[in-house]
């Protein structure tokens, strides 16, 4: 199974050492490394440069050049466009990998045809003024959960787990999160209509899940593969951005959600849990206009311009349930 390694590069040169470090650790190198840098500051842009320079030798690398930020969502779309893999690992800049990663989590595709979707464990890295960046044992995912309200989540972020508490055997889970997703790009591609891994108009935040949804109503699995371990610095956290940073990140994060729910809730979920449904989008309704007012009207708005899409997604899923 040829495997190409995606990574789409924003303002993160801190953190690209660690995970190129990690990535020559691999036992398994038998892949291709495509990255492509978004960031729009100049300073950011020449040292990132630099970075790729310096590991270009070292890993098989291709760099592709672009002048706009396509967000994540759009960045590993485009970059999924560029290369013909039979599957393809998704990377975080803010990440760092386990040497038996790549391994593990191949291997579990490769032995499991009914599989679209691998991760390993992922736990949190954080930095630190005195400790520098450091890995921790609190977990960033094990997968992604579906409750009942339609919410998903990443199970057991947070919470503190030792290693030797991890279960043995991998675990099916509902979808896995994009930092570190191993995808099968068959599935992938018969999975929607027009063959994308994830819809641009996105740009970020939960399109993962939309992709976790739809392999799941294609009839495919996705599991967790504890013995494959990673971290994952999440550079996003609100403690580290700006306002308008946060905001935005608020807003892709509740407009991408209902997408999703419009994307793929079914007449039957409304029917059986309808009211948990209803309870949890009110108060999150009423959160969004104490903290942002303006959130809902502008993605009613965005929603309107970008329905037929909508429409047509969900035409195409319900002719093959």
């Known amino acids: ?3 190409a390694l995606q990574l789409v590069a924003y303002n993160g040169s801190m953190f690209l050492e660690r995970l190129f470090d990690s990535l020559e650790r691999q036992t398994d190198r038998d892949w291709s490394l495509l990255v492509v840098d978004q960031s729009q500051d100049a300073d950011e842009r020449a040292k990132t ?3 790729l320079d310096h590991y270009r030798d070292r890993l098989p690398m291709r760099i592709l ?3 706009e930020n396509r967000g994540f969502a759009g960045g590993h779309q485009w970059i999924f466009e560029q290369n013909n893999a039979e599957a393809v690992l998704l990377l975080n800049q803010d990440a760092a990998l386990d040497p038996e990663y790549i391994a593990r989590v191949r ?3 490769e032995q499991r045809p009914d599989v679209a979707a691998v991760s390993g464990a992922i736990f949190q890295l954080q930095t630190c003024a005195h400790l520098g960046i450091h890995d921790t044992v609190v977990v960033d995912s094990l997968g992604l959960v579906k409750r009942d309200d ?3 989540v990443d199970d057991r972020q947070g919470q503190w787990i030792r290693v030797q508490d991890l279960p043995i055997e991998s675990m099916d889970v509902f979808g896995i999160s994009g930092c570190l997703a191993l995808y099968r790009r068959a599935a992938v591609v018969t999975s929607c209509s027009n063959g994308q891994l994830f819809d641009p108009a996105y740009f970020m935040y939960k399109e993962d899940v939309d992709l976790a949804y739809r392999l799941k109503r294609a009839g495919w699995n996705a599991l967790v593969i504890p013995a494959a371990r990673a971290w994952h610095a999440r550079t996003f956290k609100a403690r580290r951005m700006r306002p308008r940073g946060l905001a935005r990140m608020e807003y892709f994060s509740y407009r991408n959600h209902w997408w999703n729910l419009l994307t793929h809730l079914s007449v039957r979920d409304i029917l059986h849990r309808g009211w948990r449904i209803v309870a ?3 108060a999150k309704l009423g959160y969004m206009f104490l903290r942002h007012p303006s959130f ?3 993605a009613l708005k965005e929603t309107r311009a970008h329905w037929p899409t909508i429409k047509a997604k969900r035409k195409w899923y319900d002719a093959r349930s």
């Open 150 to 152: 339609e919410s998903v």
């Open 107 to 109: 291997q579990a595709l």
């Open 296 to 298: 809902p009207w502008r």
């Open 65 to 67: 050049t672009t002048t």
């Open 1 to 3: 199974m040829t495997l």
């Open 280 to 282: 949890f989008e009110a």
């Open 49 to 51: 440069a630099e970075i």
